[in-house]
């Protein structure tokens, strides 16, 4: 099985280089535009994550086409739900743990049910470690998962969360507000898990700004991942890909 997307990822966690994901609702298609995904292309977004927490259309193989199409190059990443939000046509699925909560179908009930067709497949598999955050008011994701999110304020707790999933050997973390958040999760505690948990981190929910990523990147953010900022702000994937470059040519 190719492991492309994952060593991407963790060569942006080792090198310190950092990158880029906009994660795309399948129920958002219509608000992209064939320019907006080729303006993507361009400004070399590293992954386009697919999926959200409540999918009303079932256009994922549809989302999937328009994006090939019109922004070829960049990594497709299902980013589910559940398992109904599944497709072959896909790149690599983040195979998400949710554990930060204690719902048994998203720590392992979901998985069981799309196993079998992850196992017939070439699709690549991202164990990943995902944490809800609290980002100030319940969001679709805190609804549809039924759990409650981590405290913003208390980075122990997360620590000991992402760890235990390090020790379960996931191999990649992803600490989320929760899509439209109006408080994204707090540098202090990006930060702490950054220190303490030696996998790549993935940060997203409520980056809809771009000093928002910024300190998502500077607290230790190894991957920001762009939502419905960049639908609602056009120049917001431009902006933010301008500072990382800025930041790359210090580093050098």
Do not use: C
């Not at 981190?201 to 809809?208: D, K, P, R, S």
């Not at 771009?210 to 639908?231: R, Y």
């Amino acid at each position: 099985m190719k492991n492309e997307v994952g060593d991407k990822i963790k060569s942006i966690s080792l090198s310190g280089r950092k990158g880029i994901a906009w994660l795309i609702d399948p129920d958002d298609l219509d608000e992209i535009t064939p320019e907006r995904l080729e303006l993507s292309a361009a400004q070399n977004i590293d992954f386009i994550f697919l999926g959200g927490s409540l999918i009303q259309k079932n256009n994922i193989g549809e989302s999937i086409q328009m994006i090939r199409k019109y922004a070829s190059g960049i990594p497709i990443v299902l980013f589910p739900g559940n398992s109904i939000q599944f497709s072959l046509g896909a790149d690599a699925i983040l195979f998400l743990s949710l554990i930060s909560g204690r719902n048994p179908e998203l720590l392992i009930g979901q998985h069981v049910n799309v196993a079998p067709l992850i196992a017939k497949s070439n699709l690549e598999v991202l164990a990943t470690g995902y944490m809800l955050v609290d980002g100030g008011e319940k969001t679709s994701v805190h609804y549809i998962s039924q759990t409650i999110p981590l405290p913003n304020h208390h980075p122990e707790l997360s620590v000991a969360t992402a760890l235990a999933g390090f020790y379960l050997g996931l191999q990649y973390f992803y600490l989320d507000a929760g899509s439209g958040a109006p408080n994204p999760v707090n540098p202090k505690l990006i930060k702490a898990v950054k220190q303490s948990v030696p996998a790549p981190l993935i940060v997203g929910g409520g980056l809809n700004t771009l000093d928002k990523i910024k300190n998502a990147f500077l607290a230790g953010a190894d991957l920001v991942v762009i939502g419905n900022g960049a639908v609602k702000s056009p120049n917001l994937l431009e902006e933010a890909n301008t500072f990382l470059e800025s930041l790359r040519v210090m580093a050098n």
